[in-house]
């Protein structure tokens, strides 16, 4: 038997994150994000992108904000399976800085060129290791619309979620810096692992996947 499992990637990036993740038994079904409508918040924002799942009971698995997009997700299911790759599972796991960008509305005030534009300080962030991390965030950010970069990050720093699914798991890397562990509940840690582990330490996340589709 074959499981689906419903990817959508991080801020910004497409399918190709996911592009090391193999697990038998596996199918890996891209969500890709939309653009959003003006002022959509991200509930609703999130109904439409459940208009491409099949089924009543989806398997969900997200990275970074795409983790916080399927938890919103999962609230219109009556059963669903959340998978979080370096991500967040509610407001209380955002970094203070984030925060207090939302509370303050400090992130209204950069530029979707501006975000776009701070390659070096992001890189630290997301924790690029090899050239491939390098290239592949590089391509990201150019491919990357401004309208839909403004959108999230807004969403991001103001998300107020306290609800997580029945079923949820959640990797987490050691040192990520974006999401930094001590504010998180990771039911796996990946050791050495950053915000980008998703694509330099695949072998590990198909380890524990394959654990955690074995399990359901």
């Known amino acids: 038997m074959t499981i689906d499992i419903y990817c959508i990637s991080g801020l910004g990036a497409d399918q190709r994150i996911f592009s090391h993740l193999k697990v038998p038994g596996v199918r890996l079904l891209h969500l890709p994000w939309l653009i959003p409508h003006i002022d959509e918040s991200i509930e609703a924002y999130a109904l439409r992108m459940k208009a491409d799942i099949n089924g009543d009971n989806p398997v969900l698995m997200g990275v970074s904000f795409g983790g916080m997009m399927a938890v919103e997700i ?35 005030l950069m530029s979707a060129r501006l975000v776009k534009g701070m390659r070096r300080l992001e890189n630290y962030y997301l924790g690029v290791e090899t050239a491939e991390d390098a ?82």
């Open 135 to 216: 290239q592949l965030a590089d391509e990201f950010r150019r491919k990357a619309d401004p309208g839909y970069l403004y959108w999230a990050v807004d969403r991001i720093v103001n998300w107020k979620n306290e609800w997580l699914p029945g079923l949820f798991y959640h990797m987490h890397g050691s040192r990520d810096r974006m999401f930094p562990l001590r504010r998180v509940k990771a039911t796996h840690i990946v050791l050495g692992g950053g915000h980008f582990m998703v694509n330099n330490r695949a072998e590990e996340i198909n380890a524990i996947l394959e654990k955690i589709i074995n399990s359901l």
């Open 74 to 108: 999962a609230k219109y299911y009556t059963t669903a399976t959340v998978i979080l790759i370096s991500s967040i599972g509610g407001h209380q796991s955002l970094p203070w800085w984030m925060s207090t960008c939302g509370r303050l509305g400090l992130n209204r």
